[in-house]
């Protein structure tokens, strides 16, 4: 039965080829989108989860609290000092590790040098993140101070046959590291991610003030694993008082939270975890859902706009007494044999995609053929789509009344609404309206954040990190690059212009209550030149200089500190910062260093020569960019020849804090193009049966005077009316969405006017034009031809 079911679906097939390859590229099509967004969505969605226990992995979190009991934000950074002491007191917690992101630093093995992520942990890391190790103990591996663990990437970098175990390499041209282990590459989506790490009692070797543990500073994260038998609660109770028990006068708490649970659901308010990227993620998944609804909907459209030719045969089919499941399994069969054709075309489309999908967002996705798990998935799909594709034109059909086909006068079953082929179509362009909307709202947003003044100048501003000989000889190094004209300003500093990273409180300022002491304020240390360098704007004062010995314990507060200190004239105000007393010499406008999407902390830059990290250029514009570069590498390198010259530009950094929404408005516009594109097919298709169902009609009317204009208007005012439909549910809809997702933004654009009606227009006359090809064809066709028609 199976055998004659598939040789009539061939055949069929075969005769209708057009309706069939409209069929085949319009799956294809929406199974590739569907496939590639799900793909997305598994990478984001398995993220920390692909190691061995890591459902009992756990990040420390801590609630910063004011005097009013408020908690003003939550982090995952911790000190230095809580991890030890977790360990010793808190029941259920079998491993704990502190984790230190060191950053870019150089390794090196005599021959060849790099500079790679390194961190800092406790031996306890290992047991945590259970690593694949490739050759070493992991039980020892950071046990001694020298140590170093690679990835397998990194040993291939260092040693070319990649046997690195127990061999020296140097790090940071200051200290000899013996490696004790390789570990399998870790995969992207994976927020412990390193080139080599390295044992936290390195880190105390190479920084003596590490070892003290310090419970105000918070720079440091802490990863615990839980037995399987721990309470979190009872945990958490526990670890909400234990700063306060070691710090006096402390006001935050801690707690732990499930470090798989922190990529999607890492946004929290009141110390509780409100969501954060799931939200964009349930919208791809929508988003595949309902390009694959479109795609199936394309299919029963077509399926039953073409009934009239299969009536014959099923009338004939039941007459000789086939019975309806017979008949519902010969057209499920054919659905689901197109549907394996698409399930190959979109395969194909897929591998040839991947590369370019993966440039467009910047990550890695790839298919692992050889997981029976994706083969479940694919297979899922098929018979997913088929009997969703195929269910609705095998009951219609199979539901023909024999007498009636055989005389052709098809009449539909009472089980299936009327309008339901109108009404499909109706909610796929309904959805591609919702679309259309969301990606101009999406495009509007970003482009709102992208012209909201950044507060410094970021053209033609480059930052490189201030490594080796760059911090002992930076004033030799800022006369040498001056000289040479490849830069007119620069400036060391404790952070980069592009990237929020340090904070503090305690501050003190005359006027100040005992509250104000937990107000958090931003800072970076700098030296002579910052504004100079960078552009930032003055309101008053001046920047530090050199004609101001007293400048050694000088500051410059933004206006939103200005404006939290209540300082009406804030130059010339002593002021106590880390204990010390300095002097508010000058007043800058606010710029953007966290967030684009949100105020930011006021912000304290203080002058301190000795607290560097990063450089900061202002290049030439007289000179063109590759001799700047040329200018610099070369000055650079005379000064500080061990370590590779790292340059950066300022505004490449700026732009990836829009990297999130730059995601989502990619994916909404490819896919959201796709999806009308499949709509269309399927009208193209309804529009070409129609007008077929209709040629003896067409025929008779232009024997009789029709003009072709009225032709027209009759195949096309029909379609017309649905699309009118489709605006009138999908605008609504889409409005409603787009203002809760706007929601979210404290900085945020409207919903214009002009994007409603850019919607309505483009998908009307989409529409229009395809069906218009077929009607002004209808048409045009040669009356005698359409007489002679059946």
Known sequence: MFKLNLKIALRNLWKHKTSSIINVVGLAIGLASCLLLL???????????????????????????????????????TSNAIGPVIKQETPGIEAVSRVCNAGQQLIANGENSFKKEAKYADPDNLKIFNYEFIAGNPSTAL??????????????????????????????NEVDLKVTGIIKDLPANYSNTFDFLMPWSLFETLLDWVKRPQ???????????????????????????????????????????????????????????????????????????GILLIACINFMNMATAKSERRAKEVGIKKTIGASRASLISQFLTESILLTVISVLVAIVLVEVLLPTFNNLLNIELSIDYYSSRYWVGILSVILLTGLLSGSYPALYLSAFNPIQTLKR?????????????????????S??????????????????????????????????????????????????LLKSGAVTALYQSSLSLSNSGSSFWNFEWPGMTKADKDVIFNQIATTYDFTKTNGIQMVSGRDFSKSFASDTAALMLSSTAVKLMGLKNPIG?????????????????????????????????????????????RLNPNNNLTKNVELITQVTKQINPAYPVDLKFVNDLYAKKLQGERVLGILSNLFGGLAIFISCLGLFGLAAYSAEQRTKEFGVRKVLGASVASIMQLLSVAFMKMILVAVIIGVPIAYYLMNKWLGHFEFRTAISWWIIVVAIFGTSVIAFLTVSFQAYKAAKANPVDALKYE
Not at 43 to 54: P, Q, V
Not at 412 to 418: D, E
Not at 606 to 616: D, E, H, L, V
């Open 39 to 77: 793909l997305y969505v598994s990478y984001e969605w398995s993220f920390d989860k692909k190691f061995k226990g890591s459902e009992g992995v756990y990040q420390v979190m801590t609630n910063f609290v004011d005097a009013k009991g408020n908690i003003q934000e939550t982090s995952d950074a």
């Open 143 to 172: 046990n001694t101070a020298k140590s170093v663990v690679l990835t397998e990437r990194m040993a291939k970098l260092l040693f070319k046959d990649g046997d690195a175990l127990n061999k020296s390499v140097r790090y940071n």
């Open 215 to 289: 419970w105000g500073n918070y720079n440091w994260q802490t990863v615990v694993r839980v037995n399987e038998q721990a309470d979190i609660s009872l945990i958490n109770a526990k670890l909400k008082g234990i700063i306060k028990r070691n710090s006096k006068d402390a006001t935050d708490e801690s707690f732990i939270y499930k470090l798989s649970d922190r990529h999607l659901f890492g946004e929290f308010l009141n110390g509780k975890s409100v969501g954060g990227d799931i939200e964009r993620i349930y919208l791809f998944i929508a988003l595949a859902v």
């Open 409 to 429: 006068k098809v009449t539909r079953t009472r089980v299936i609404p009327v309008s339901l082929r109108q009404v499909l179509v109706i909610g796929q362009f």
């Open 431 to 480: 959805f591609a309206i919702i679309l259309i909307i969301a990606t101009l709202v999406i495009y509007k947003q970003v482009q709102f954040i992208k012209d909201k003044p950044v507060g410094y100048d970021l053209n033609l501003l480059v930052e490189m990190p201030q490594d080796g000989e760059l911090g002992k000889k930076f004033d030799l190094f800022k006369t040498e």
């Open 573 to 617: 105000t002593p002021v106590k910062y880390h204990g010390n007393d300095f002097t508010v010499v000058g007043v800058f406008n606010d710029f953007i260093w966290g967030s684009p999407y949100y105020t930011d902390r006021p912000m304290v830059i203080a002058f301190n020569p000795g607290w560097g990290g990063q450089i900061t250029m």
